[in-house]
């Protein structure tokens, strides 16, 4: 069944416009996609690619602080002068 993006817009309390973005970004990017010999991604694996995008993100400011406290603590270690 063929609906309009105005139809479906409505069925799902959103702004028409919005939608009418998100379906020509979406076939797009499926065009994309088959440009290059690619399918594009299901919605399942583009919301686990999302996930890994923001976990890959977390884990690297882990990391930039890590970095920063290993080096803090580093120093702290080096014998101040004068002692010994």
Same mark, same amino acid.
């Given at each position: 069944m063929d609906r309009t993006i105005a139809e479906v817009a409505r069925e799902l309390g959103i702004d028409p416009g919005m939608l009418r973005v998100w379906v020509k970004d979406e !076939? /797009?990017?499926v065009v994309a996609a088959e440009v290059v010999g690619?399918?594009?991604l299901e919605p399942a694996e583009r919301a686990e690619l999302l996930r890994l !995008? /923001?976990?890959v993100g977390e884990l690297e400011k882990d990391n930039a602080f890590l970095v920063?406290?290993?080096a803090y603590f580093?120093?702290?270690q080096k014998p101040s002068?004068?002692?010994s």
């Open positions: !076939r /797009r990017r690619d399918t594009p !995008r /923001r976990q920063k406290a290993s580093a120093a702290m002068r004068g002692s």
